[in-house]
């Protein structure tokens, strides 16, 4: 175990292996947060957890409504006789991971917590870089993250046969991420990866060695450098958010990878040749959906909710200006403020599903 005080940064403590065999690491007297569609799908998991006689296992239902508050004082009652120099693990994809985050900052003023991300989102995602928030209901609706904490796991387990129960869609959404990092982050790796699409252990141990590279920088966010990391997000959350969710996020993300190469060959910014090669890329690779279903749900959309999604996204600015993250080549991001008019001007294409 680290000697910093609970939650601080340092580089990742990965360990890759069985779940059987890495829990026996689990001190004893810990508690644990688990999915319970996880502890279904594999019913080895929650015996092995048993054995290491933890103080309490926690069952929450993974999915967006497992960041609530209501499971958030669900983890913390469940953890309350958690001594300061006990451990919280969290078994789940990035929801479970999420809120399991928040619960080790509180409990005790910050107790150790060890990630075992079992969706391929959380693996190259989610469960990197210390980020743990639970979403607020506001005027009725549901605001994302508006209340986390930085709090970093001390070791990452990672086990590739969790993910053997993730369907093809979340095995895409997964790949989206982790090919974004690759896109904008690694020239190299990108060509290695167009010529040999790479196994899904490889994909993980690239993307987090990528997300990481980004963090080790900048690991509280303190100068904007995490930025890079929201390639394709800009237009990825309002296609979410336009889909009532129907849309995951993964998937929006890589159409908004999409539209990010268009806002950037517009502008000038990002060569055709190199837009070409990654949209082309993404198709093969992990398999972004037609820019057919962007348009679907762009066309039903009035734009002032498209404005309205825009403004209360935390990188637009005063003026309408959009902070987006373009290519300016392959494995080389830029933050730029984009003018509203820009992406106007693009919009008509984009709702006839076609490449402006
Ligand atoms: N903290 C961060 O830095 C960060 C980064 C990216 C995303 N996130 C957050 O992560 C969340 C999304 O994560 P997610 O996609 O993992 O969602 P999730 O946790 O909701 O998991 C998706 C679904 O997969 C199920 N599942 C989990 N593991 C499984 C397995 N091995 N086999 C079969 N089914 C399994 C879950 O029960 C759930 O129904 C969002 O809330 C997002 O805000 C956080
Ligand atoms: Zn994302």
Known sequence: ?????????????????????????????????????????HPTLIPAI???????????????????????????????????????????????????????????????????????????????????????????RVVKNPAGVFHYADETWLCPELYATLSDAQVREGSIEAWKMVASLDASLFKRYVRTPPKLEKLVKDARGLKEGVCAKDPYEHQGLRRVLNFGHTFGHVLESLSRFKLSHGDAVGLGILWALDVGRHLGITPEPVAHEVERALARGPGVLGRDRAAEIAQRAPLKDVVALLDADKKAGANGELRMVLLTAVGTAEVVDVMPKTWRALWPAWTRGARP
């Open 50 to 140: 048993e054995a290491r006689k933890p103080r309490a296992i926690i069952q929450l239902v993974g999915g967006e409504r497992a960041k609530s508050l209501i499971s958030l004082q669900k983890v913390l009652a469940g953890g309350i006789t958690l001594p300061r120099s006990g451990t919280l693990v969290a078994v789940g994809g990035g929801t479970v991971g999420d809120v399991a985050t928040v619960a080790a900052h509180l409990l005790k003023r910050g107790v150790r917590l060890l990630q075992v991300p079992t969706t391929l989102l959380a693996a190259v995602d989610s469960s990197l870089g210390g980020k743990g928030a639970v979403d607020l209901v506001v005027r009725g």
């Open 1 to 41: 175990m680290s000697p910093l005080p609970p939650g601080s940064y340092s580089p990742p403590n990965d360990r890759w292996g069985s779940f059987t065999k890495l829990v026996t690491r689990l001190p004893e007297g810990s508690v644990a947060v688990v999915d319970r569609t996880v502890a279904r799908f």
